[in-house]
């Protein structure tokens, strides 16, 4: 499924598919934690371990998805007149954090083991707890990537990245156990520290995209040309010129300068500047839309490099 083409949809639908996903991940991960607190009591296993402080975090994480998502959908305020939006990448920092803590917690753990090797029982127990984290996360990723492609959340996304990881690391815990089952036993902790880089690697991307989202970085390119073609699609328009875009949260705020006949009275300039308007709002229902009027003789400005 390819999440870098978002279906609009109204708003309130928006409101409501993110809610139920951050409902569906506290849930998901509540349910993996008692499954594997109970593995890796029995078992023994550091790469257990590092699988259930890796559903740790992401109840944590998920939490704070929730949170942030009820206070990002919030209309603006008097204080916040451009709304809530930025709470969900902010949410994407504090989850790359959490995700970052637990990989240092892995690593400093599978060393010690490795030091101290331990032997390992009821490596069965630990394997059929895994399968079944595996087929939930499974559930939860699909209904995540739905809610992904039509919303664009970051934190929806940042949370997925933790349970795509979370597949990972079940599957190398299985193959752990196994390979110590057929006397392997250092594959136990070396297979938790390939876990804990790897949830390195996913805490670097959940930060990357969130910065870029707070400091503002424009819509996706198709997203950006075709706001652009809908607004020379206007009969009287002679051009469109310092486009800008960015996101904040569910909207898109869109500013752009539309060029128009000289002498055109000032009243159907306004008039052709709110159905260039109509028109990207009738396409992006979430959109945040603002508009000047230029004479068609003024020159635009030079465009900005990169």
Do not use: C
């Amino acid at each position: 499924m390819n999440d870098d083409k978002p279906i609009p949809l109204d708003p309130a639908q928006n409101a409501r598919l993110l809610r139920l996903a951050t409902y569906a991940s506290v849930a998901t991960a509540s349910l993996l934690i008692a499954g594997k607190l109970a593995a890796a009591l029995l078992t023994g296993s550091i790469s257990v371990l590092a699988s259930l402080v890796d559903s740790m975090m992401d109840v944590a994480a998920s939490i704070i998805n929730l949170l942030a998502v009820h206070y990002s959908l919030q209309p603006p305020d008097r204080e916040h007149r451009f709304g809530h939006g930025k709470a969900e990448p902010l949410a994407g920092l504090v989850q790359a954090a959490f995700i970052a803590g637990s990989a240092v917690f892995l690593i400093l753990n599978a060393v010690d083991r490795l030091m101290h090797p331990k032997p390992l029982a009821g490596e069965w127990v630990g394997i059929g707890v895994l399968l079944f984290a595996i087929v939930a996360t499974l559930l939860l990723l699909a209904f995540q990537h739905h809610v992904i492609r039509r919303t664009q959340s970051t934190a929806i996304r940042a949370d997925a990245l933790h349970y795509a990881t979370d597949l990972l690391t079940n599957g190398a815990t299985i193959v752990a156990l196994g390979l110590t089952m057929l006397g392997w036993p250092l594959t136990d902790p070396l297979f938790a520290i390939g876990i804990a880089l790897y949830i390195v690697y996913s805490a670097g991307q959940i930060g990357y995209e969130s910065i870029q989202l707070l400091m503002d970085h424009e819509l996706p390119p198709e997203v950006h040309a075709r706001i652009k073609e809908i607004a020379r699609a206007t009969p009287l328009a002679r051009g469109i010129h310092d486009v800008r875009t960015r996101r904040s949260g569910q909207t898109y705020f869109v500013q752009l300068h539309l060029m128009l006949d000289d002498q055109m009275p000032l009243v159907e300039a306004h008039r052709i500047a709110d159905e260039v308007e109509a028109a990207i709002k009738a396409e992006f229902p979430n959109a945040d839309v603002l508009i000047h009027e230029d004479p068609a003789s003024e020159p635009p400005p030079q465009p900005l490099p990169g």
